[in-house]
T-cell receptor
Framework: EVQLLESGGGLVQPGGSLRLSCVAS????????MSWVRHAPGKGLEWVSA????????YYVDSVRGRFTISRDNSENTVWLQMDSLRAEDTAIYYC???????????WGPGVLVSVFS | QSVLTQPPSVSAAPGQKVTISCSGS????????VSWYQQIPGTAPKLLIY???KRPSGIPDRFSGSKSGTSATLGITGLQTGDEADYHC???????????FGGGTKLTVL
């Protein structure tokens, strides 16, 4: 059974940092690209970042580029999202998602809450 | 403001059919595949439709997807109370170079 489990969320002040982890099981992580998607209160889903299967290529939405860093270790079945210089507008539930076919995700983790407040 | 436009809410009675629209542009929906997700409040999104009209294993054929030009549509027949959820469309925008989602549509089964 495919499972994704995020951790590392919490409350942080503006300018602070958090590191989210996503542990994968039930499939070969090294075979698939992975993404982080967030859902802010009262807004639609927003794709945040993606990493290729090998980890060679990374992608970011403009609003987080230069502040967030995505990485992975396929031997540890883990994907990370390092979030620095956090802002109030980064407050959201963050989901780890497994790439499926073109522009779709077939599995999502339960999500982790990141709350940035002063 | 989402790049893809969905109606905020739709409603229908049990057993009826409902459609949810997703409107975009030539830089996103028209040239790329569309996916649809169901999200029950408090849970993660679930893939319902990919590549415009394909259903993953385990998704009943009550759910269907279509695309025409710059718009896509999710159809749900034989509505059940368990279908009450938020529905999101997704595609890729070749001008913005990002994956984009609609604002989500809340389905109420009266």
């Amino acid at each position: 059974e495919v499972q994704l489990l995020e951790s590392g969320g919490g409350l942080v002040q503006p300018g602070g940092s958090l590191r989210l982890s996503c542990v994968a099981s039930g499939f070969t992580l090294s075979s698939t690209a992975m993404s982080w998607v967030r859902h802010a209160p009262g807004k639609g889903l927003e794709w945040v970042s993606a990493i290729s299967a090998s980890g060679t290529n990374t992608y970011y939405v403009d609003s987080v580029r230069g502040r967030f860093t995505i990485s992975r270790d396929n031997s540890e079945n883990t994907v990370w999202l390092q979030m620095d210089s956090l802002r109030a507008e980064d407050t959201a539930i963050y989901y780890c998602a497994k790439e499926y076919s073109a522009w779709s995700f077939d599995y999502w983790g339960p999500g982790v809450l990141v709350s940035v407040f002063s | 403001q989402s790049v893809l436009t969905q109606p905020p809410s739709v409603s229908a009675a049990p057993g009826q059919k409902v459609t949810i629209s997703c409107s975009g542009s030539s830089s996103n929906i028209e040239g790329n595949y569309v996916s649809w997700y169901q999200q029950i409040p408090g849970t993660a999104p679930k893939l319902l439709i990919y590549e415009n009209n394909k259903r993953p294993s385990g998704i009943p054929d009550r759910f269907s997807g279509s695309k025409s030009g710059t718009s896509a549509t999710l159809g749900i027949t034989g509505l059940q109370t368990g279908d009450e959820a938020d529905y999101h469309c997704e595609t890729y925008d070749t001008t913005l170079n990002v994956r984009v989602f609609g604002g989500g549509t809340k389905l109420t089964v009266l």
